[in-house]
C-alpha cells in the first residue's frame, strides 16, 4: 500500500516509523516531514494545511490511505475533502473537528451530556466576560476559543490576570479571531494525563496511557508549550478511572455528536485533570498528542496500518491493539528560547551515535538537511524515546541517549516523569 502522512514534526516521524514497520505497506510519502521523516519516507514539498494540493497529490500518486497528523487540516476540512474525492483518510470530519477547534463547542457538548469539566461561560464581550471572572474568583483560566497554536490557554491565579487576559484577546485581538470569543472556566486541580483512542462511531479502541509535560522547565514551571516529554503508562489511569472515562466522557461525548449528525472517526484525545478516582475533562484532541504518539509507538505491538485501516472502514469493533509491557519515556529538546522567538539552523552534534540506541529512537521534531548535516529547523527538534523496564527506567535511558546529543543553546526538561514516580508514590505503589 502506498501511504502519505500529512505532518511533520516528532508525531508524524513516530507515525512514519511504526507504518514503516508494516509489512503492508510498501511506499510512504510525508508531508512536508523533516530531515529525519526523510529516511523513512519521500518527502513531498506541501505544507499540511494545503488541502487542494494533497488531494491532488494523493489523486496522482494513488495514495491508498491518507494519515493526518495535526489539527488544523483537520479542522479545515480535509478528510470531507478527500472523502469527496473517494480517496481513504484517517481523521475526523470538518464538524467533528470542532471538538479541538472550538473550546466552546467543546465544553457545551460536555455539559449538554453531563460529562465531568470545570463550570465555565463563553463570552465575546469582554465587559460580560470580566463581570463573570469577579462573580467567580481566582484561579481561573481563561482561553482564547479557536485554535492558537498552544499559546491560547492563560492560567490565571488573579481576578486582574484574568481581567488583563479577557482585555488581550477581546479588545487587543491577540490570536485573531480564534479569539474572538473566549471561555472562562474553572481551574482544576490534579495531575494531567492523556487519553486517547481510535474511534470509528460508536465503537472505541482505547489506546495505552500517557501524560505528557506542557510547561517549559522544571517543576512545571515557565509558559505553557506544546509539550517538553511524556511517558506511557501513566499510573493515575488506573484500569477503574480509564473505565470512568470510557462510560462517563468518551461514550456521552460521541452519543452528543451522533445526536448532531456527527460521526466522530480517527484519534479522538481526551486531556483530562485527574484526582483521586475522578478524571475530569480539560480539553479535546481530535488528533494524535505530541509527544505522546511518540512514546504510544514505541510501546504499540500491533500494526498500526491494520488498526488504522480497520478504524477508517468503520471494522473497529472487536480489534485488540497489543502494547509492550515495558514502559516509554520521551524527553524532547529544544532551541534556546522556545517557546518564544529561536533560531534556526544550528547544526546538532551526536546524532549518529544516539541512532544506534537499542531500546530507543530519536525522533526528528522540527529539524532540516544543510549540505548533509541536521541543523534545528523548529520550537521542537528532537524527541528522544526510549523503553525501559518501568517508567524510571525508560526515562533514564532517554536522558542517556540525550546525553549524545548537543547543540548550541539546546534546551530540555531533566525532570521528565518525574511526576510519575510521584504520583506512584503517592498511591503507595
Ligand atoms: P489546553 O490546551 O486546554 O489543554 O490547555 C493547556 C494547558 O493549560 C493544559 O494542559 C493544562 O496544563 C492547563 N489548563 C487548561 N485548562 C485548565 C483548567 N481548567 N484548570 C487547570 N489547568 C488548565
Ligand atoms: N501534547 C499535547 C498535545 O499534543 O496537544
Not at 494519515?67 to 475526523?92: A, C, Q, S, Y
Request: aromatic residues 6%.
Amino acid at each position: 500500500m502506498n501511504v502519505l502522512v500529512v505532518g511533520g514534526g516528532g508525531r508524524e516521524h513516530a507515525l512514519v516509523w511504526k507504518l514503516g514497520r508494516s509489512p503492508r505497506v510498501e511506499k510512504i510519502y510525508c508531508a512536508p516531514g523533516n530531515a529525519g521523516i526523510g529516511e523513512l519516507a519521500e518527502l513531498v514539498p506541501l505544507r499540511a494545511d494545503d488541502v487542494a494540493g494533497l488531494v491532488r497529490f494523493a489523486r496522482e500518486k494513488k495514495v491508498d490511505l491518507t494519515v493526518v497528523g495535526p489539527e488544523l487540516p483537520l479542522t479545515l476540512g480535509i478528510v470531507d475533502e478527500f472523502e469527496r474525492h473517494n480517496l481513504k483518510i484517517f481523521g475526523p470530519g470538518r464538524e467533528a473537528a470542532r471538538l479541538e477547534g472550538s473550546k466552546a463547542f467543546a465544553k457545551e457538548l460536555c455539559r449538554k451530556q453531563k460529562v465531568p469539566t470545570g463550570f465555565f461561560g463563553v463570552f465575546s464581550s469582554s465587559e460580560e466576560a470580566k463581570t463573570y471572572v469577579r462573580e467567580v474568583g481566582a484561579p481561573v483560566v481563561v482561553k482564547a476559543d479557536g485554535l492558537a497554536a498552544g499559546k491560547g490557554v492563560f492560567v490565571c491565579r488573579t481576578v486582574a490576570e484574568a481581567e488583563e487576559a479577557i482585555q488581550e484577546m477581546l479588545e487587543g485581538k491577540l490570536f485573531g479571531d480564534a479569539g474572538s470569543r473566549v471561555v472562562v472556566e474553572e481551574f482544576l486541580e490534579g495531575e494531567e494525563a492523556s487519553f486517547m483512542a481510535l474511534v470509528d462511531g460508536m465503537s472505541v479502541l482505547p489506546l495505552a496511557s500517557s501524560q505528557d509535560h506542557k510547561r517549559a522547565f522544571d517543576g512545571d514551571t515557565g509558559p505553557n508549550t506544546g509539550g517538553m516529554g511524556a511517558f506511557s503508562p501513566s499510573a493515575v489511569l488506573t484500569d477503574s478511572v480509564q473505565g470512568q472515562v470510557l462510560e462517563r466522557i468518551v461514550r456521552p461525548v460521541l452519543a452528543g455528536l451522533e445526536e448532531k449528525k456527527i460521526r466522530y472517526r480517527g484519534v479522538l484525545y481526551a486531556g483530562l485533570m485527574v484526582r483521586g478516582e475522578e478524571a475530569k475533562v480539560l480539553e479535546f484532541n481530535v488528533r494524535f498528542g505530541d509527544p505522546e504518539c511518540q512514546v504510544l509507538m514505541l510501546r504499540l505491538r500491533s500494526d498500526l496500518l491494520d488498526l488504522l485501516e480497520a478504524c477508517v472502514e468503520g471494522r473497529l469493533e472487536g480489534v485488540r491493539a497489543e502494547w509492550d509491557s515495558r514502559a516509554s519515556a520521551c524527553v524532547v529538546m529544544a532551541s534556546a528560547g522556545y517557546p518564544g522567538p529561536y533560531q534556526t539552523g544550528v547544526e546538532i552534534e551526536g546524532l549518529e551515535e544516539a541512532r544506534k540506541w537499542e531500546n530507543g529512537v530519536v525522533f526528528h521534531a522540527g529539524t532540516a538537511l544543510r549540505d548533509g548535516r541536521y541543523v534545528t529547523a523548529g520550537g521542537r527538534v528532537l524527541a528522544v524515546t526510549a523503553l525501559g523496564s518501568d517508567v524510571p527506567s525508560a526515562v533514564q535511558e532517554a536522558y542517556r541517549m540525550v546525553e549524545k546529543i548537543r547543540w548550541d543553546g539546546v534546551h530540555y526538561r531533566k525532570d521528565i516523569g518525574r511526576r510519575a514516580a510521584r504520583s506512584a508514590g503517592d498511591r503507595g505503589a
